[in-house]
């Protein structure tokens, strides 16, 4: 594995581990009612942090046989997000299933990035007009994402 990607894969799993059983014990009105300054709900916030994993597995992959750059849809920009939470109806799904999805995506994700190719981290994805992201930046950009809506959800618990 890429040296430099360890504290993030570690960081991941151990996430994993805290946010599990915190997210299990949660009551359904404060998974299911409470929203954020992007009006989602905690469900909505983990539908996309599994959206978030599922994307970037793909794009890891394909950055490492594809042409490089790689011009692949960027799910997150122009409110397509947003779309992505209400077309699969993340409001909707069993909470426990959730739970276990956006686990194993994320455990999926670490081992996807345990065997990165090291000759491929500065290959590029071309993110938008003329924004271009190395492997290697996506990479490790990922748990400041991953961090940052789990704060956003811990905002939310402590919401009175």
Known sequence: MIQEFKS?????????????????????????????????????????????????????IHLQYRENPL?????????????WIAIQNYQDENWENMIQLWKFMNFHLVHVIQNINTDKLENVWLSSEGQEVSLKEQVLYYISHFKLHLNEIEDLINKQ
């Open 8 to 60: 993030v894969t570690e960081e991941i799993i151990s996430l994993i581990g805290i946010w599990e059983a915190k997210l299990g014990n949660l009551p359904v009105e404060v998974f299911s009612e409470r929203r954020n300054n992007q009006n989602r709900t905690i469900k909505q916030i983990i539908g996309h942090l599994i959206d978030s994993a599922s994307n970037n597995t793909h794009r890891y």
């Open 71 to 83: 011009s692949f849809p960027n799910y997150a920009t122009h409110g397509n997000n947003d779309r």
